[in-house]
């Protein structure tokens, strides 16, 4: 495995647990939104935003920009939390998640929020329109790469499945999915509601690169972007078997913090665990 | 990009303008692609022959997603919102109804992208293939969304004029083909559809608001009755949304009743759009709604035969509305 030097690592660590705390406080504050699935994505996204991405957040619309999309919309609390820290609008925007008015919505809307590529909400349409982006750079003959963030319970969407046999079919290997896999939806464990196992199967026999690493561990998520990078002829997709909730203890593997807010109290104590109390 | 493309027009092609709704605008796309290298047609595996010029002479933008019409609309959103002007092509249903949140949101919601949805096979034109294939709720649908433009083209002309309205407008669009050779309505040299709908015939006694194939049938209608000492205004009506209320307002005002005609459910298409406009703007005339009722048509054969069940044919219709006008 490739080594990425200590500075590094411990940067991108540091940016993930940053972009947690932002995630907890403007959800408290809010008084509503999506903790867990923002939290188990948090080093995934933080690896790319901070390291990986090329993009320019004084240009969001930059035409060689690569892409970045989250197809669960409902972790919009993470995008927000790291296009803010890139410095795509003020962090003092925060404060005003799902406010009247807010460029920050409940969930990503490409129209009101800098650096949002794509609007979504409604699960599984996500790799479609990533699927359009890269077809679209190849014709272009531009170098960028799309990213899209899948959620786990999402790819139980069946055009989850028309768009993975797409991206295998054309060879999209400017392309890269990533699976937050944390095993939790709304309604209970995956594989209790609607189990979509063997993932990584599955997704080979869709023509796809499949890389499983742990999803919070950097070395490993960097390693697999890098790996992604190199692939040629095939999409990939990186599974990342995450914790929801994680870095927060009493919301880690929480069904109930899928989508209730912190109270105060809960917050603090998120915030303190999290460093940043 | 920005690379012209000499045209190529086939004489096959040129023929088949003349007859088909959709080789016409197959025809125009063709012409509009070989201009412009940033127009992508997506089809999900429809096997329409009409396309084989775009598909042997761009292969590179000629784009078979296969039976999936939702990714298709994905791949045509993610396209346009890196530059492209996609169009994405299938039976009337499958590009409507079986991907119409992914309509909403990827191309209305997110940005009025410049995707034209073409649908093929207005109400019965698939007069065999049974309701999966009949496009009677289509209008209704695409209507209702937000920033969608909708086209209902009533013969060839106009069907290939509105590959270059489409191509020109912003936004998204929804355009209902009929695959099939109707006689011409317009003058391919004179046709202007800016207005986005056309009066094409003055009455007194009544209005009829058609759109589409059955645009032919009132004028048949107008010409039948015009013997029998009923005078019958005709309006093709083409342009759904945005709609032209001023216009449409002006011509219902001189008729003595209103009536609408329509290959679609009567619910939510042309006759509630009429009736809608009437109520809102005080336009208290009797108003008569032809269509196909509350109910899937589960019979097969000619579609002729389908339109007399539904009492859409010549006879039916030209005798309602004598019937009406003479009380």
Known sequence: ?277 | MGKKVKKQKSDEATKRWVSGMRDAFSEALYEIICEDERVILITSDTGAVCHDLIKANFPGRYINVGIAEQNMVGVAAGLAMTGYIVYIYAIVPFVTMRCYEQIRVDLCCMGHLPVTAVGVGAGFDYNTLGPTHHGTEDLSLMRTLPGMTVLSPSDSVMAAAFARISYELPGPKYIRLDRTGLPLIYDKDEADFSAGLTHLREGKDVCIVATGRMVKRALSVAEELAGKSVSVSVVDLYRLKPLNRELLLEILGKSARIATIEEHFITGGIGSLVAELMAENCVYLPLKRFGIPDDFCREYGPRDYLHSLYKLDLQSVARAVSDWVKG
């Open chain 1, 1 to 277: 495995m490739k080594k990425y030097s200590p500075e590094l690592i411990n940067k991108l660590t540091d940016k993930a647990r940053l972009l947690r705390c932002h995630v907890v406080e403007m959800i408290a504050r809010a008084e509503s939104g999506h903790p867990g699935g923002s939290l188990s994505a948090a080093d995934m996204i933080a690896a790319l935003f901070f390291h990986k991405l090329r993009h320019d957040p004084l240009k969001p619309d930059w035409a060689d920009r690569d892409r970045m999309l989250f197809s669960k919309g409902h972790a919009a609390p993470l995008w927000y939390a790291a296009l803010g820290e890139c410095g795509y609008f003020p962090k003092s925007e925060f404060a005003r998640l799902r406010e009247c008015g807010s460029i920050l919505q409940g969930h990503p809307d490409m129209l009101k929020t800098p650096g949002v590529n794509m609007s979504s909400g409604s699960l599984g349409q996500g790799l479609s329109i990533a699927n359009g982006m890269a077809l679209a750079g190849r014709i272009d003959g531009k170098d960028y790469r799309v990213y899209v963030l899948l959620g786990d319970g999402e790819i139980q969407e069946g055009q989850i499945w028309e768009a993975a046999m797409a991206a295998g079919h054309y060879s999209l290997d400017n392309l890269c999915a990533v699976l937050d896999f944390n095993g939790l939806q709304i309604d209970g464990r995956l594989q209790d509601v609607m189990n979509p196992e063997p993932i990584p199967e599955k997704w080979r026999a869709f023509g796809w690169n499949v890389i499983e690493i742990d999803g919070h561990d950097m070395s490993q998520i960097l390693a697999a972007y890098d790996d992604a990078g190199e692939v040629k002829g095939m999409p990939t997709i990186v599974i990342g078997k995450t914790v929801k909730g994680k870095g927060v203890s009493f919301m880690e593997h929480a069904i109930g913090f899928h989508g209730v807010a912190p109270t105060e109290e809960e917050c603090k104590q998120a915030l303190e665990e999290l460093g940043c109390g």
